[in-house]
């Protein structure tokens, strides 16, 4: 069964990096894409960019241009999504998602981060 | 950019159908994706491409797309289906664009 874990939760401090992981199962990690969703305290869902498991081609969300970057493992079938300059508003809950074109189908459980000096 | 619009909130009472709306511009013309959200868990997809449902969702989750909107329904809705819901599309342009969610109270 398709399965995604990610890295344990974050406490960052204003300015600093994020880095987090997801660790795929349960398919071949290189014929799907792999998408980063955050969601805000009491908010919606926030797409933040796709990135293609073998090519390692990337497309971000117009707003994190600049400051996200996503990157894989293909040998431990991981993704990761770095997050810089972070601030209070990049407090979230970020979640991994395997993704083709948009289908969303398998979520993983979620890395809580909070920014706080 | 792309906008999906969702009612903020709806209820329905236990056994009876709720229908979700998700409304943009030529809607019907991409494919609609459905993902219910329960407090404190991960998102997990209900329809996708309009009308599918991934395997082991349960038959009383429907979808349909045409024109300018996008429905989610439920039937025989159940205490369990409580949840927040988000439509989503694909852009090319902006990427994955999602709804605001509704939040589905079961009364």
């Known amino acids: 069964q398709v399965q995604l874990v990610q890295s344990g939760a974050e406490v960052k401090k204003p300015g600093a990096s994020l880095k987090v992981s997801c660790k795929a199962s349960g398919y071949t990690f290189t014929s799907y894409n792999i998408d980063w969703v955050r969601q805000a305290p009491g908010q919606g869902l926030e797409w933040m960019g796709w990135m293609n498991g073998n090519t390692g081609n990337t497309g971000y969300a117009q707003r994190f241009q600049g400051r996200v970057t996503m990157t894989r493992d293909t040998s431990t079938s991981t993704a990761y999504m770095e997050l810089s300059s972070l601030t209070s508003e990049d407090a979230a809950v970020y979640y991994c998602?395997?993704?083709?074109?948009?289908?969303?189908?398998?979520w993983g459980p979620g890395t809580l981060v909070t920014v706080s000096s | 950019s792309y906008d999906l619009t969702q009612p903020p909130s709806v209820s329905v009472s236990p056994g009876q159908t709720a229908t979700i709306t998700c409304s943009g511009d030529?809607?019907?013309?991409?494919?609609s994706f459905w993902h219910q959200q329960k407090a404190g868990q991960s998102p997990v997809l209900v329809i996708y491409?309009?009308?599918k449902r991934p395997s082991g969702i349960t038959e009383r989750f429907s979808g349909s797309n045409s024109g300018n909107t996008a429905t989610l329904t439920i039937s025989g809705t159940q205490a369990m289906d409580e949840a927040d819901y988000y439509c989503q599309v694909w852009d090319d342009s902006a990427g994955v664009v999602f709804g605001g969610g509704t939040k589905l109270a079961v009364l």
């Open positions: 030529q809607l019907g013309d991409r494919y």
């Open positions: 491409q309009n009308n």
């Open positions: 998602a395997r993704g083709s074109s948009g289908y969303l189908h398998f």
